[in-house]
């Protein structure tokens, strides 16, 4: 069966630290891939997703990026961290060959 | 561009209970995709129910089933038999299945109280 794994789980991070993280997949392959943001009390926001290996496509424009460095491999990062960017980021992945999609853990994001 | 609307911020309901929660969507497509996802307090995203726009006969897994309304367009989730573990946010999504791969839109989200 397919699983998706987040880590870290939670982070502190100051204002202007970089930002790197994983997002990887297990028993699938050539899944698309999501990044997604979601404020305190609010939906998700997608920020990313992609089709495959090094494809990268952004919805909003921000103080992130994504990489996808291997097929089942998806990092989001930030050369300089803002406090906006506190939130909670969930990564998700989906067949190419169904319509659902399905959601890691998350990670805390707090910067301060 | 396809929008969710979630009416509902806040519900509650007896244990044992039913519940239902709205969702409307807006959309010019004929054939889409519509989800609800449940985000208990752990916070990850958890499929409850999916429902393709193409199917007239409304989705059920277990106690939980949706009310589709094509027409009105209008996708509500029913919860029978409430129990604590049912207190959560939930989240109506919509999908096109013509779109790209980053045409997922959510609702704002409803949090469901269970009182026992």
């Known amino acids: 069966s397919q699983t998706i794994h987040q880590w870290p789980a939670t982070l502190v991070q100051p204002v202007g630290s970089p930002l790197s993280l994983e997002c990887t997949v297990e028993?699938?392959?050539?899944?698309?891939l999501y990044w997604y943001r979601q404020a305190a009390g609010r939906g998700l926001q997608l920020l990313f997703y992609?089709?495959?290996?090094?494809?990268i496509s952004s919805e909003v424009p921000q103080n992130l990026s994504a990489s996808r460095p291997q097929d089942r491999q998806f990092i989001l990062s930030s050369k300089k961290l803002l406090l906006s960017d506190s939130g909670f980021y969930l990564c998700?992945?989906?067949?190419?060959?169904?319509?659902?999609?399905?959601f890691g853990p998350g990670t805390r994001l707090l910067v301060l | 561009a396809q929008t969710v609307t979630q009416s509902q911020p806040e519900m509650s309901v007896q244990e044992a209970e039913t519940v239902t929660l709205s969702c409307t969507y807006d959309?010019?497509?004929?054939?889409?995709?519509l989800f609800w996802y449940k985000q208990p307090p752990s916070r990850q995203m958890i499929l409850v129910i999916r429902?393709?726009?193409?199917?007239?006969q409304n989705a059920t897994e277990n106690r939980f089933s949706v009310n589709f309304q094509k027409a009105a367009k209008s996708f509500s989730l029913k919860i029978s038999d409430s129990q604590l573990g049912d207190a959560a946010m939930y989240f109506c999504?919509?999908?096109?299945?013509?779109?790209?791969?980053?045409?997922?839109?959510f609702g704002a989200g409803t949090r469901l109280t269970v009182k026992p």
């Open positions: 998700a992945w989906r067949s190419s060959r169904e319509e659902t999609q399905y």
């Open positions: 959309t010019s497509e004929s054939d889409y995709y």
């Open positions: 028993g699938t392959s050539n899944p698309n």
């Open positions: 429902q393709e726009a193409y199917k007239q």
């Open positions: 992609s089709v495959g290996i090094g494809q």
């Open positions: 999504a919509y999908r096109s299945a013509w779109g790209n791969n980053n045409d997922m839109r």
